[in-house]
């Protein structure tokens, strides 16, 4: 009796993981299509990896201790998610896939369990491409097209913007949406939210250290953008856009992202939790 039981409860879960599955498969498909032809979210694979990874950490050591409240979670995300999918709407259905799965860890793990699970659940927001994303690079654009040309005007270059438009001596350059930051902001808020879970600290410091990757970010990217800027107007167009454009942008990254866990060191956020 007590093999056949095991067995069904096996059985039970391999065909719920397959309805999940088969639930979520548009969706996945969506996010497979931006994930390959949105340059902001090409991290999404390694964000959904990553959370499968903790997931399976925590509830493998977590007791199933079943609540039927989950249930009501579960539905309501799931009326929703499929209302979302009819309207084909799928960055919401994809949102709501997080409340689905939610509703699922309560139901079969409790509100202990959910509580466990609220990381991972909750990073699989930054695989989810938002509309508000693209809309933003262009006034960050702007604003680092204008800084980084008073910045070279305060060192002497003759160099003049109007819009998103820069002028040089020798070349004349637009800020498009790769010089906004944003593909920055996202990777480095992204990383640094995985670091504030994973370290020991103050809750407040590990706050405002992950709230000062934002502006850590802007502020590689217009000194970046300030660079090119000198490059191009020593040493001509070629060099400055053929060549450092192209490397410029990791070499800016891994700086910024090396001066945040200075500052985690200071703050004393930088040792592993124990319970990870």
């Known amino acids: 009796m007590k093999s056949a039981s095991s067995y069904g409860a096996r059985v039970s879960g391999v065909l719920t993981v397959l309805l999940i599955v088969l639930l979520f498969l548009p969706v996945f498909r969506w996010l497979a299509g931006e994930w390959l032809h949105n340059e902001y979210y090409s991290h999404g694979p390694l964000t959904l990896l990553i959370s499968v990874f903790f997931s399976w950490r925590i509830l493998y050591r977590q007791p199933k201790t079943p609540d039927n409240r989950g249930l009501i979670l ?17 960055y919401v259905a994809a949102l709501l896939m997080i409340i689905v799965l939610s509703g699922i860890v309560w139901t079969f793990w409790g509100k202990d369990g959910l509580r466990r699970m609220a ?3 909750l990073f699989l927001i930054f695989m989810i491409p938002l509309p508000f994303v693209e809309a933003s690079s262009l006034p960050l654009s702007l604003l680092t097209g204008r800084i980084s040309t008073k910045l070279m005007q305060s060192l002497g270059m003759d160099v003049s913007v109007r819009g998103a438009a820069i002028s040089l001596p020798s070349v004349d ?3 498009g949406a790769q010089c906004s930051g944003v593909r920055s902001i996202i990777s480095l808020f992204t990383l640094y939210t995985l670091f504030v879970y994973i370290v020991d600290g103050s809750w407040a410091r590990k706050l405002f250290l992950l709230l000062l990757s934002i502006p850590a970010a802007m502020a590689g990217n217009i000194l970046r953008v300030s660079s090119l800027l000198l490059v191009a107007n020593q040493w001509g167009a070629d060099a400055g856009f053929d060549y450092y454009h192209k490397y410029s942008g990791f070499v800016f990254f ?13 703050l004393k956020c930088n040792q592993i939790r124990a319970d990870i």
Not at 254 to 266: I, S, T, Y
């Open 119 to 121: 990381f991972p659940l």
């Open 74 to 90: 579960f539905g309501i995300g799931i009326v929703l998610y499929l209302a979302a999918l009819y309207y084909r709407a799928f």
């Open 173 to 175: 350059l637009v800020v």
């Open 254 to 266: 891994f700086f910024v992202g090396a001066l945040l866990l200075l500052m985690a060191k200071l």
